[in-house]
């Protein structure tokens, strides 16, 4: 893991344009990062946007945490489909307004409603068997998918806070890049700062990130941990291709 640098502030989350149409809880986020080339990332880019470079290059994340009391609004969660396991590849967008976001490439999820749903959204979820642990050796996530890749990977946090600028850049996201019915959307939300801590890699047997099209070498170059935020997401709005 390379030096952490500097420490930063987290930037002001911004507020929400209107009403917050979903609210949920992520817990126990457990995040692995590598750097890749931004030629790769570029390819995956939706129209409108392009590759949010640190340090010259791009990076892509894998992301495991605990989906808990999702709900409409800021009303009442779902009982039981409000609350799942979820693994994610993603990369990082900037619009041509300059709006920072993530792309993803896949999510994995436990619960077919949910994935049925978000397909539907445009949101590229995949029926997988996923499981989740936190114990005293450590805290980590496994997918199965029904048919081909699958990962298993696990962190033991650091008494020591990560506020570095590359794991600020990496999780101070407020927004996604996705396409639907052939248009660009950012789809905002807001939370608090993430309460990121170091962590140490115990494990990663990782097959999504190259199910998503993307070579990555070796172990994550970020390895980071959080107990959790409450989000909520507001309206999707379009965004202008490029002329």
Not at 106 to 121: E, K, M, W
Request: net charge positive.
């Amino acid at each position: 893991m390379s030096d952490p640098g500097p420490q930063v502030s987290w930037p002001q989350p911004p507020p929400l344009r209107g009403p917050a149409l979903m609210d949920q809880f992520w817990g126990d986020a457990v995040f692995l990062h590598w750097r890749i080339s931004t030629a790769q990332a570029a390819r995956f880019m939706p129209p409108g946007t392009g590759p949010d470079e640190y340090d010259g290059d791009s990076w892509v994340g894998l992301i495991g945490f605990r989906m808990r009391g999702a709900g409409f609004g800021r009303g009442v969660p779902v009982r039981y489909f409000g609350t799942f396991t979820e693994v994610n590849v993603r990369l990082y967008s900037r619009g041509r307004d300059g709006e920072r976001g993530v792309v993803f490439l896949t999510l994995d999820a436990s619960r077919l409603a949910v994935v049925l749903g978000a397909r539907a959204a445009g949101i590229p979820y995949v029926w997988s068997r996923c499981r989740t642990w936190n114990r005293p050796d450590g805290i980590g996530y496994s997918v199965n998918r029904f048919r081909g890749a699958s990962s298993s990977f696990a962190v033991i946090p650091e008494d020591r806070a990560a506020a570095d600028p590359l794991s600020v850049f990496l999780t101070a996201r407020f927004g996604l890049h996705s396409t639907l019915a052939g248009r660009t959307l950012y789809i905002p939300n807001t939370h608090s700062p993430w309460p990121l801590q170091a962590a140490a890699l115990q494990h990663c047997h990782d097959g999504l990130v190259r199910a998503a099209g993307l070579d990555v070498d070796g172990p994550p170059e970020s390895v980071l941990y959080s107990p959790g935020v409450q989000t909520q997401f507001g309206k999707p709005r379009a965004v202008e291709p490029a002329r």
